[in-house]
């Protein structure tokens, strides 16, 4: 056996850990509940909601549904596959593997941005089929580009937050707890403009809360959302997506120095 | 060019600091190494023995990088295991074995190929090299089988699969028969044989004294948190007194015939045991001098009296320097 060194390619280790997701899904069908019954009832809730608030506001109740169901299934699957890699035990060969742990999560997130990109395109069905009729767009081009943005301002926050994960077992009680206080504190649902103005600060800490306002400035014409206006969301959501990314990048090291220092890799 | 020690460690420590409870739970400290010293020479097997909790998987951990040390040094294969963790990863092997670090819900092909890319094995030559392990530990047939339909010995052999997978220079085995069936056991000695074959520096765990004594030239026994003992198996024995060893069993003996035993040529080291009833006194010896006879004839008027005669076994060697280290 001859011991030959190879080269670790980062991006190899980032799509084998997208392919592994896949396989434990599809392996696993407890996973049908977030990711394809509940983007139903969600459209059928936000449909019944705005039905006579106008046309516009159809689109607006696919995108306040739609990340509902996208916000849940990529902040909690990605931090819950780390979980799970703790129940199985795998956490420990994974992170004495020579790839930094960092694009290893990038996988597993990219999964489940794509897996929430199936609930928010079962919404937009759920809508069409109540309504009848397709939403109306204002610019469809700038949404689609705008839409894939929103995506990644929530696969950075899920990227920080499976870092939790990691970090301890407990990660889980953080988590559920913060969920429904994500979806309503980044205005998933409902702009956070109608808020309590204390409570707006807080939201604005998260990507999501200016990309999804941007999003409905663009695609809602008469919409009113943050006051800045349009341009201002989509800045502030490059700006704190960035942030997160930059604090993922470091944040990875520590919390792997942490677990190897701690010895808890292999608790859950 | 010196080719480096495959382990060096020096007053390694390891310490656990944990508490139970959420807010004001009690805080404990574990102990887990208290100053090892230890060095391996690449190229050969290296046995590690020691009861549940010396320290032995605390220690496999440190030097395959998955823990820090809390003091001391470590290197594996010439380099420091904190500070070139990044080298070291796809150089060494870890196999920790048990029911629990495989992705039960997928097949064995998967598990491997999924791994085979954390290690960066070459696109072009992961099946074959996938097909390749799992005909070695003998899973070709159930390859594409979901991994929770295996039994606890073919889990093992995935194990081992992944641990050698990316051909490491030195692998790491804790307990790798622990819980497996004779026939199970059997196999997975003989595959570790053939890694060693192949040139695999081999770190072995184990707290089974025929699978040390079959597998390993040399070894250390660890109890406590430190290397009690460590040298060959025919030093070991004289260690704890000689390569012979008789022993008496009857219903009680009087102290003044246990000193009797203790004066009789050649003994160098007398246990005496409770069983029950009856009393075993376990003599070690360093030469042919006294036999069986001797010791009969020195316990007269014990109608019970059995003496037997037997080769200091490595278990003896293991029982002796724990029960030293515990005293």
Known sequence: MAHVTPTVSRSRATSASLRLSVLMFLADPQWLIPSMIAPVMFGLVAFELFRGAGHYYLTYAILGAGMMSMWGQTLYGSGWAIGQDREFGTLEPTIGAPTPYLYIVFGRVLWNVISGLIGGAIVYVVVLVAAGTPPPVANPLGFVVLFVFVMLTLASVGVVFTAAWVYTRYAGFIQNVGEFAFYVGTGCMFPIVILPFWTNPIGLFFPPTWALDALRYLSIPGYVGFSWGFWWDVLGAVATTLAYLAVAGTIFHRVERHVLASGDLSWY | ?327
């Open chain 2, 1 to 327: 060019m010196t080719i480096p020690p495959a382990v060096e460690v020096h007053d390694l420590t390891r310490v656990f600091e944990s508490r139970k409870g959420f807010l004001f739970g009690e805080h404990t400290r574990t102990e887990a190494l208290k100053g090892v010293d230890l060095t391996v020479e690449q190229g050969s097997i290296f046995g590690l023995l020691g009861p549940n909790g010396a320290g032995k998987t605390t220690l496999v951990k440190i030097l395959s990088t998955l823990l820090l040390p809390s003091g001391g040094r470590a290197a594996v294969l010439g380099h420091d295991v904190t500070t070139d963790a990044e080298w070291l990863r796809p150089r060494i092997g870890l196999v920790l074995g048990g029911e629990r670090g495989l992705y039960n819900r997928i097949n064995a092909r998967d598990n491997l190929r999924y791994f085979a890319d954390l290690y960066g094995i070459p696109g072009s030559e992961r099946e074959e090299r996938i097909r390749a392990v799992l005909q070695r530990v003998g899973l070709t047939e159930s390859a594409d089988r979901r991994v929770e339909e295996y039994s606890r010995g073919m889990k093992q052999k995935l194990h081992i699969a992944r641990g050698i997978l990316h051909r490491p220079q030195m692998l790491f085995l804790d307990e790798p028969t622990i819980g497996l069936d004779p026939k199970s056991a059997r196999e997975t000695r003989k595959l570790v044989r053939s890694l060693i074959a192949d040139g695999v520096t081999i770190f072995l765990t184990t707290h089974y004294m025929f699978e040390a004594e079959e597998l390993c030239p040399e070894l250390a026994v660890m109890s406590k948190g430190r290397i009690v003992a460590r040298d060959t198996i025919p030093k070991l024995r004289q260690l704890v007194g000689g390569d012979r060893t008789l022993e008496a069993e009857a219903y009680g003996f009087e102290d003044a015939e246990v000193d009797a035993l203790r004066r009789l040529p050649g003994v160098s080291k007398l246990v005496s045991e409770e069983y029950g009833p009856r009393t075993r006194l376990t003599l070690r010896l360093q030469s042919l001098e006294t036999t069986p006879g001797d010791v009969s004839a020195t316990l007269p008027g014990h109608s019970e009296l059995t003496v037997r005669e037997r080769r200091t076994s490595l278990e003896d060697v293991y029982l002796d320097l724990v029960e030293e280290e515990a005293q």
